[in-house]
């Protein structure tokens, strides 16, 4: 930043998206909270506040299903662990819910991986415009990146997620539009030369992509999703004695190292 734009913003706000006037009301991009969007629930407030639109029913059902349908209360999975091991130690419920969201942003799982994905179906979607053909694209991209995002699962072959999700799109006919249709077309591609499954990543950004969400508000809306199964774990481990979520004796530490390391 500029010397000119830091000295332009001193002992000065300015902002689009709003303005508590206190004892009087506050204002969210250019409506009233209180008088205009009081009677949303929570869901789409949120989304409100991120996109500044407003989306139909079928839509808020269908991206209400993806925080339900990743609602897993297992403490062994990556944020969950976490959170966790912070009720273990005693941690407060605000830290140990940030802490697990905060890994949510690994590079292999959780929120980047699907960035990437929508990312890649806009681009996808471009180049198809411009006359490419698919089988060119997705060499590609997988010549540029080693990978694409969506199609294959680290741990599983099959995810459980996408018949109940394909199922409620379908329910909800959302399940015909482009970037989703070619989402399938890459699987069916991808599939025969190369033996990949999709994921529930490439079906859910796919779906995102139709609905028109751009990469950084699909990330900032789904951020907080995989807190409602935390929580559970958070409850329980932090209800147990201090300290008993998976301990581990020093002399169960496998070392290979042939000496001990100099510090020094």
């Not at 409100?48 to 209360?73: C, H, K, M």
């Not at 942003?105 to 415009?129: Q, T, V, W």
């Not at 699987?187 to 490439?202: D, F, Q, V």
Request: net charge negative.
């Amino acid at each position: 930043m500029s010397i000119q734009n830091l000295l332009g913003s001193e002992d000065l706000l300015t902002t689009t998206m709003g303005k508590a006037f206190l004892c009087e009301r506050a204002v969210m991009r250019g409506k009233d909270i209180h008088n205009e969007l009081g009677n949303l629930d929570w869901f789409r407030m949120n989304l409100f506040s991120i996109t500044g639109r407003e989306f139909s029913d079928e839509q808020i059902r269908l991206l209400n299903y993806f925080w339900v349908a990743t609602s897993y209360p297992d403490p062994s999975i990556w944020p969950n662990h976490v959170a966790a091991l912070a009720g273990s130690a005693r941690s407060t419920v605000s830290l140990s819910m940030m802490a697990g969201m905060a890994i949510s942003e690994a590079s292999i799982y959780g929120r980047r991986p699907e960035r990437r994905a929508l990312d890649f179906f806009y681009r996808a979607k471009a180049h198809i415009d411009n006359g490419e053909n698919l089988q060119a694209i997705v060499d590609n991209e997988l010549e540029s990146h080693g990978i694409i995002y969506g199609y294959g699962r680290p741990l599983a072959k099959i995810d459980e997620r996408i018949p109940h999700t394909l199922k409620l799109a379908s329910e909800l006919g959302l399940d015909n539009g482009v970037h989703f249709q070619l989402a399938l077309k890459i699987y069916e591609l991808l599939k025969r030369t190369r033996g990949l499954s999709i994921n529930i990543a490439a079906v859910n950004t796919s779906l995102v992509a139709d609905i028109g969400l751009t990469v950084e508000e699909y990330q900032q809306f789904l951020t907080p999703c995989f807190i409602t199964g935390m929580a559970p774990c958070y409850i329980d481990a932090r209800d147990k004695p201090e300290g008993s979520f998976f301990p581990v004796r020093c002399e169960s530490i496998l070392n290979k190292e042939t000496k001990r390391r100099d510090w020094d």
